[in-house]
């Protein structure tokens, strides 16, 4: 039995549909869904975890810590953690995956770049002014697809040759921002105005759904990515046997979030 917390977000979703596509026995978790779980009250986490054979986790938007608690009401199950590319460029902080690797529990690191599921926050400017705003637009990052990121995600946590494995997660070209708004207005079938936005301009967009600290980092990124943020990464195609998704692609199967 597997279960998936954050089973309701862009890669926690269709996580859950692949895994019950392939035949698996899956336990849904998250705060409010029919079997609850909160990460930051580990205690809450043992009737979810009860029986698992692997765990997937997913850990919610500022959790800090510590993540031993969580780990302790595992009881053995492998544990697939999706992390982030920033881990292994030196952006972000290492003590999640530290904690995982000195658990002496089984585990699979997910280094996840850029998600193309963030184009979401255009979403409303796009609709009503066909319009989309951001700075740095002519910087390009290797944006994943969500989706990928389940299909990874479910691969590994039914094989368990995987164990042991950090694997970084990327989409398979580079694309800008202004790029970005080209796919979706094909996507749309009509054109959408790429708006350059300041830096300032950007922070003060950012800090309505992300501290200020963070909106920084993620400006960092944005702006002057080094050379190993700009990798696009084998390890998709190395665990599917497919290349990755194009924000294309992710653009069209999304479309209606921005007619």
Request: no cysteine; proline share 9%.
């Given at each position: ?36 779980g909160d990460l930051s009250d580990a205690s809450s986490l ?110 590994v946590l039914v094989d368990p040759s995987h164990a042991g ?15 970005q708004a080209a796919a979706i207005g094909t996507a749309l ?71």
């Open positions: 039995m597997i279960v998936v917390t954050g089973a309701t977000g862009n890669v926690g979703r269709p996580l859950v549909e692949a895994l019950t596509a392939a035949g698996e026995e899956v336990r849904a978790v998250s705060r409010k869904g029919p079997v609850p043992r009737p979810a975890f009860s029986g698992a054979t692997a765990v997937f986790l997913l850990l919610p938007p500022g959790f800090q810590g510590p993540l031993e608690p969580v780990l302790s009401q595992v009881d053995g199950a492998r544990v697939v953690l999706l992390s982030s590319q920033g881990v292994g460029t030196g952006r972000h902080p290492s003590f999640f995956e530290d904690a995982l690797r000195a658990s002496g529990l089984k585990w699979t690191v997910l280094r996840a770049g850029g998600f193309a599921s963030n184009a979401f926050q255009w979403a409303e400017s796009v609709r009503y002014s066909r319009t989309l705003a951001a700075p740095f637009g002519d910087v390009a990052l290797p944006v994943i697809d969500p989706s990928d990121i389940a299909e990874v995600a479910a691969a494995q950090t694997y970084e997660l990327t989409g398979p070209a580079l694309i800008s921002p202004r790029d079938g009509e054109p959408i105005e790429f708006v350059p936005q300041t830096r300032e301009e950007a922070r003060s967009d950012m800090s309505g759904f992300m501290p200020a600290e963070v909106a920084e980092a993620t400006l960092d990124i944005l702006g002057s990515p080094s050379p190993a943020e700009q990798r696009v990464s084998p390890d998709v195609a190395r665990v599917l046997g497919r290349p990755p998704r194009t924000f294309a692609d992710w653009a069209a199967r999304n479309a209606v979030a921005f007619k």
